[in-house]
Nanobody, 120 residues
Framework: QVLLLESGGGSVQPRESTRLSCTAS????????MGWYRQAPGKERVVVAL???????TYTDAVQGRFTISRDNSKNTVYLQMNSLKAEDTAIYYC??????????????WGQGTQVTVAS
């Protein structure tokens, strides 16, 4: 079993910044890919940013240049620094991890989600 615990988020004004954190705990071999998805009201959940355990990052076009993902593999933690926030960034942000387990192969895990609201 893997638990992803998120922190950060809340309400911010346009053009401000905030940071999300997510720490994985449990028993596993390693975390392969780790990152963030988001789901806006009435829309599907979409990827925001992902990072491999080797440090390779990918971003959706909507956040490229504004958001930065980083990982601390020693702490099983991923961060999302969100700058120049816009109203359209308002969503529930979900931590995601692709985890290699000892006996059950590789599986997806999700956090419970944290709300980010961008409004003046």
């Amino acid at each position: 079993q893997v638990l992803l615990l998120e922190s950060g988020g809340g309400s911010v004004q346009p053009r401000e910044s905030t940071r999300l954190s997510c720490t994985a705990s449990g028993s596993f071999v390693q975390i392969n890919s780790m990152g963030w998805y988001r789901q806006a009201p009435g829309k599907e959940r979409v990827v925001v940013a992902l990072m491999t355990n080797g440090g390779s990052a990918t971003y959706t076009d909507a956040v490229q240049g504004r958001f930065t993902i980083s990982r601390d593999n020693s702490k099983n933690t991923v961060y999302l620094q969100m700058n120049s926030l816009k109203a359209e960034d308002t969503a529930i942000y979900y931590c995601y991890a692709l985890v290699e387990l000892y006996y059950d192969g590789i599986r997806d895990w999700w956090g419970q989600g944290t709300q980010v609201t961008v409004a003046s």
